[in-house]
């Protein structure tokens, strides 16, 4: 069974920075493609960035170019995503997905349970 664990959320001040993990068990880590995504109350869960399997080809939203910064490491079976520069319109629940890749929630079959990240002004 494929489990993926989220943590590092919490709350800061707009301008710190946080990093956030995924523990992953269950699957052959280094297959699959991950990704992270977010969802603010009210809204549609939202695409954040998302990684190959070797770590060598990332993507980011607009909205997080230049801030945020999307690592794996599959010998630890770990996916990272680096928060700087957090603004206020960055809190939402995030969540980690792995599954065949891109921009939408449809490309992955699997889950956490999300970790909050809440940005104060």
């Known amino acids: 069974q494929v489990q993926l664990v989220e943590s590092g959320g919490g709350l800061v001040q707009a301008g710190d920075s946080l990093r956030l993990s995924c523990a992953a068990s269950g699957v052959t880590f280094s297959r699959p493609y991950m990704g992270w995504f977010r969802q603010a109350p009210g809204k549609e869960r939202e695409f954040v960035a998302t990684i190959n399997q070797s770590g060598e080809r990332t993507l980011n939203a607009e909205s997080v170019k230049g801030r945020f910064t999307i690592s794996r490491d599959n010998a630890k079976n770990t996916m990272y995503l680096q928060m700087n520069s957090l603004k206020p319109e960055d809190t939402a629940v995030y969540y980690c997905?792995?599954?065949?890749?891109?921009?939408?929630?449809?490309?992955?079959?699997?889950w956490g349970q999300g970790t909050q990240v809440t940005v104060s002004s």
């Open positions: 997905a792995a599954g065949l890749g891109g921009t939408s929630p449809l490309g992955y079959s699997y």
